[in-house]
């Protein structure tokens, strides 16, 4: 029997994101040290080294550890528009780390960060774990899907999250909360969740191909190169089948 997800779904994601910043060149002999470099950067307005002067202070990287400093600088680049910032300041409230414990706010920050052109995929999917869990929103088990998707789609740059995304798609699907029962649109997203790194994702795989017909495993692979021409998981269509073959059974 295929059970429900628990690993992935007992926590929030909470990765770093400042990797993903572009920071400006510093002027010459405007520093010494790469933390003078941010520190003089942040003050200066500079976005990107205000994320990572918070993230030394959140992480104590060659400075002690200082949850309120780290806020005030994620703040500064959050209210800016930076999705990177918005999210880690999410995390700070989710965690009570430098301010007070918020599910409101932690919510709100990540869902700026989510709705951001630049697609944060951890932030979406910590919107999708807090509608599929009730936390402070109703709990909403569509829309939880819905922000799944989002987190889904992002996997050049947030691997594992897709990864983690797609899985849960796939037990959605599987067993009809947040989406139609369907054991060949499962089947598509644990294949996808296996393919981008998921070892949970390999198991599942296994267990639902097992009682499915050979048909329903070629509909099912019809609807994995359909979900990957808009995903775009892997270049071309990862199996040999003929569109034409629409009907299920």
Request: proline share 4%; net charge positive; charged share 20%.
């Amino acid at each position: 029997m295929l059970k429900k997800l628990l690993i992935l779904t007992g926590f929030l994601v909470l990765v770093g994101c400042q990797n993903h910043l572009t920071k400006n060149p510093a002027p010459t002999q405007a520093c010494t040290t790469d933390l003078d470099c941010a520190k003089k950067g942040a003050e200066d307005g500079d976005v990107a080294e205000q994320v990572i002067l918070a993230t030394r202070y959140n992480n104590g990287d060659g400075v002690p550890v200082d949850y309120k400093k780290a806020v005030y600088w994620y703040q500064k680049a959050a209210d800016k528009g930076i999705p990177e910032a918005q999210y880690d300041l999410g995390n700070m409230y989710s965690d009570g780390r430098g301010v007070p414990k918020s599910d409101e706010q932690a919510f709100n920050w990540y869902l700026k960060a989510a709705k951001s052109p630049k697609g944060m995929a951890p932030a979406q999917f910590n919107v999708a774990f807090m509608y599929s869990h009730g936390v402070f929103v109703k709990q909403d088990e569509v829309e939880a899907t819905k922000w799944y998707m989002e987190a889904a789609s992002n996997s050049r740059d947030y691997r594992d999250v897709a990864a983690m995304a797609s899985l849960i798609i796939g037990q959605s699907y599987y067993h009809g909360e947040g989406a139609p029962k369907d054991i060949q649109a499962a089947y598509a997203w644990f294949y996808f969740a296996k393919l981008i790194g998921n070892k949970e994702a390999d198991r599942s795989l296994n267990i639902i191909t097992n009682k499915m017909s050979k048909k329903q495993i070629e509909n099912a692979q019809i609807t994995a190169n359909q979900l990957n021409e808009k995903y775009h998981f892997t270049l071309g269509a990862p199996f040999p089948v003929m569109y034409a073959k629409t009907h299920r059974s």
